[in-house]
């Protein structure tokens, strides 16, 4: 997606989107916050932090849809470029996602070494 916006840049080669592309981010960026405001509410009430943890990825739908809508506005009154730029915005942020969670299924699935006091007691209940 990268490449390709560049490629587009480079080239001069600017898309217009329409105005119901407009409405559909504005459409998405509703939803998206409503369901973080939601999962979020429901992780802190059970205080699931897993949860709590995961309902991040609607806010950064949220974000992603915004950055959208003003590429398209900016696009459709003489901005040509603008919807480019925040499509590489919006890559760039997936790449970071993206990134995020790579790191953390590799700590959830590397073995770390314990704190020496986590050893400690964990040798006492061992031994008792």
Do not use: C
């Amino acid at each position: 997606m990268v490449y390709n916006i560049f490629i587009q840049i480079l080239a001069g080669n600017f898309n217009i989107p329409g105005i119901l592309d407009f409405w559909a981010a504005v459409l998405s960026i509703i939803i998206k916050e409503l369901m973080f405001r939601f999962a979020y509410n429901i992780g802190e009430k059970t205080n699931n932090q897993a949860l709590i943890a995961d309902v991040w990825h609607h806010r950064s739908d949220a974000i992603s849809s915004i950055a959208a809508a003003v590429g398209i506005l900016g696009a459709n009154y003489g901005y040509r470029i603008l919807d480019q730029i925040t499509g590489l915005i919006v890559a760039l942020l997936v790449i970071r996602v993206g990134w995020r969670i790579i790191l953390d299924a590799v700590d959830t699935l590397m073995t770390k070494a314990l704190s020496e006091s986590d050893q400690k007691e964990t040798k006492e209940i061992v031994i008792t």
